[in-house]
């Protein structure tokens, strides 16, 4: 199995697929609420990260994901890091 690949079994993995259900409900066609679309990304992604380091493998970009979704992190921190990029709002 290659490096990037681990397995998707264990108590973790079922809190992941919970959590994409959820995000799965606040995609609705009557209209986008972005902070509940950022709060379900978030909750995904930290449960996928919690995922990844309890299968023993780590991940820097799942832990930036994490940092760049927890609404505490600064606007500014994040508009920073985007401009170094070169990536527009």
Request: proline share 3%.
């Amino acid at each position: 199995m290659s490096t990037s690949r681990i397995t998707a079994n264990g108590p973790a993995w079922f809190l992941v697929r919970e959590r994409l259900a959820e995000l799965d409900l606040v995609l609705s066609p009557e209209g986008l609420d972005s902070l509940a679309v950022a709060k379900a990304f978030d909750k995904v992604a930290s449960s996928l990260h919690f995922a990844v380091l309890e299968s023993g493998a780590s991940s820097m970009r799942f832990a930036a994901v994490v940092k760049a979704l927890d609404l505490k992190t600064p606007k500014s921190k994040l508009q920073t890091f985007l401009a170094e990029r070169g990536v527009d709002e």
